[in-house]
C-alpha cells in the first residue's frame, strides 16, 4: 500500500485535539485512531505494539543486522488534527498530473486552490495531488507522517534485502494543543536518536523552533447600567482591547517571517465583568522572549495603576525550547539526512520552524529529535493539500536513514 492511501483511509478518523479537556487524551477519536494502528502495525510485522490509557502508541522493527549493536533509531508522528477548522467529514480527490493552474477543489461553493497563493504548487507540476473539497482540512499534518512511517515498515519487512538496525516506531496524541510530550515514556521507547514526521517538504529537515510561552489574561470589570454608568463602569472588554492595542503591532504573526518572533491573540471571550485574552508568545531567541513575557507584564501593571489594582491578571507559561541546542551536539542526525535526501535526488532545506513539534520537547527530555517532512502543505486549512510522489520520496528517505544508520554495524 502506498502512503496516500494510508492517508486517504486516516481521513475517517475524526481525530481533532480538544484544549480545554485536560484528560489524555483529549477527545476519544484518538484513542479509537490509535488502537486502529495498533492492528495495522501487527497485520505489518511491527513487534511489541503497545497502546496505553492516554493514547500513546509504540512498536519496534527488530533489526535485520546479527549482534546488531549500533544506534537505535526512531520515528515519530501525532495522530491528532486541529480542530479550530473543520476536521470531520473528509471528502478526498486526486488531482491527476498537475497541469500547473488553479484547482477547483468545489463547484458548488467556488472554492478554488490558487496558484497565486500557494508558491509551492509550482514544485509538483506533472505530479499528482491529494486535496480535500475545500470545505475541511485533509489531516496531512500529521496522518501523513503517520502513514509513511507504517509504509516504510512495510516496505522494510517486505524487502528484508534492506539492512538496517533497530527502529522504533511512536505515534503520540494531543500535538496540536501543545501537550503531545507530556506523558512519552523516553525510556520505554527505548531509542538513542529519532525523527519527528511532521514538516512539508520532502526536502525539509528541520531542527530549530519557537521557543514558546503562552500568556492568559484576565481582566475584571465593573458592570452598571449604562445610562448611569459614568465614572462607575469599567468595561473589561474595552480593556482588553485596550491591552492588545499596547503590544507591537509589528510584532503579530501576520507581520512577521523567518527568525522574527511574535505575540498572537488566538483566543479572546467575555463580558463587560470578565474578559479573558490568550496568546501564544514566539521567538527563536530564548532572551528575546523573556523580554515578550515581560512586555506583557508591563503592560498588565500599566493597567491596573490605571484603573485599580488587580484589573488586569496574566499568567504565563512556557510551552517548549528552541530544541538547536540539544540536537547540535548529536549533528549526525542532520548530516544524515542530509547525505539521504541528496542521494534521492533533493536538496536540503534547514529553515527555522514558526513552531513547534513533538521533538521539541523530546529533545529536552533527553531524545534528539530534529523534524522532517511530509510531502505535505497548508496545514491547518481548508486547502491542505499533499503530493502523492513526494509522500513516496517521505518513505524512501525514511528508509535511507534507517540503513544509513546500519552501516556502523555492518563496517
Known amino acids: 500500500m ?28 484518538q484513542l479509537t485512531f490509535a488502537k486502529a494502528l495498533a492492528e495495522e502495525m501487527k497485520s505489518v510485522g511491527i513487534q ?6 492516554n493514547g500513546y502508541v509504540i512498536g519496534t522493527i527488530e533489526a535485520n543486522i546479527d549482534d546488531w549493536k549500533g544506534a537505535v533509531i526512531g520515528f515519530l508522528a501525532h495522530m491528532d488534527v486541529v480542530r479550530d477548522v473543520p476536521f470531520t467529514n473528509i471528502k478526498t480527490k486526486i488531482i491527476e498530473k498537475y497541469d500547473g493552474t488553479d484547482i477547483l477543489l468545489n463547484d458548488d461553493k467556488n472554492i478554488f486552490l490558487s496558484l497565486k497563493d500557494n508558491d509551492s504548487l509550482k514544485s509538483y ?3 499528482d495531488l491529494l486535496v480535500t473539497d475545500g470545505t475541511s482540512l485533509l ?8 502513514a509513511e512511517i507504517l509504509t516504510m515498515a512495510e516496505k522494510l519487512y517486505q524487502h528484508p ?50 521557543n514558546a510561552a503562552s500568556a492568559n489574561v484576565t481582566i475584571s470589570g465593573v458592570n452598571i447600567h449604562p445610562g448611569t454608568a459614568k465614572g462607575k463602569m469599567k468595561n473589561a472588554l474595552c480593556i482588553a482591547m485596550e491591552f492588545n492595542a499596547m503590544l507591537p503591532k509589528n ?21 463587560v465583568e470578565k474578559t479573558n485574552l490568550h496568546y501564544l508568545l514566539r521567538d527563536h531567541d530564548l532572551n528575546k ?35 538547536a541546542e540539544q540536537i547540535k551536539p548529536h549533528w549526525h542526525l542532520i548530516e544524515t539526512a542530509y547525505e539521504a535526501i541528496k542521494e534521492l535526488g533533493g536538496n536540503p532545506i534547514s529553515n527555522p520552524v514558526r513552531g513547534g513539534t513533538d521533538g521539541s520537547r523530546l529533545s529536552f527530555m533527553g531524545l534528539p529529535c530534529p523534524n522532517l517532512g511530509t510531502g505535505s502543505h497548508n496545514h491547518h486549512g481548508k486547502t491542505e493539500y499533499a503530493c502523492i510522489q513526494a509522500m513516496d520520496q517521505c518513505v524512501e528517505l525514511l528508509i535511507k536513514i534507517a540503513e544509513k544508520y546500519s552501516k556502523n554495524a555492518l563496517t
Open 48 to 53: 511489541n505494539i503497545s497502546v496505553d490509557k
Open 251 to 271: 510584532e503579530r504573526p501576520e507581520n512577521t517571517d523567518h527568525y522574527e518572533g511574535f505575540y498572537h491573540l488566538d483566543q479572546m471571550d467575555g463580558i
Open 139 to 146: 489531516g496531512a499534518d500529521d496522518k501523513a507522517g503517520i
Open 289 to 323: 522572549l523573556e523580554e515578550k513575557k515581560t512586555t506583557v507584564k508591563e503592560i498588565a501593571s500599566n493597567l491596573n495603576e490605571k484603573y485599580g489594582e488587580n484589573t488586569v491578571r496574566v499568567e504565563i507559561k512556557d510551552s517548549y525550547y528552541n530544541m
Open 125 to 127: 507540476i506533472g505530479s
Open 2 to 29: 502506498r502512503a496516500y492511501e494510508r492517508l486517504i483511509n486516516y481521513t475517517k478518523y475524526e481525530t481533532g485535539s480538544v484544549s480545554d479537556n485536560s484528560n489524555c487524551p483529549s477527545s476519544m477519536e
Open 161 to 210: 534485502e534492506i539492512k538496517h538496525g533497530t527502529i522504533k516506531i511512536g505515534f503520540t496524541p494531543d500535538e496540536e494543543i501543545g501537550r503531545g510530550a507530556d506523558l512519552f515514556d523516553v525510556k520505554l521507547f527505548g531509542a538513542d536518536y529519532a525523527y519527528t514526521v511532521d514538516g512539508e517538504t520532502f526536502e525539509e529537515v528541520e531542527y530549530e523552533t519557537f
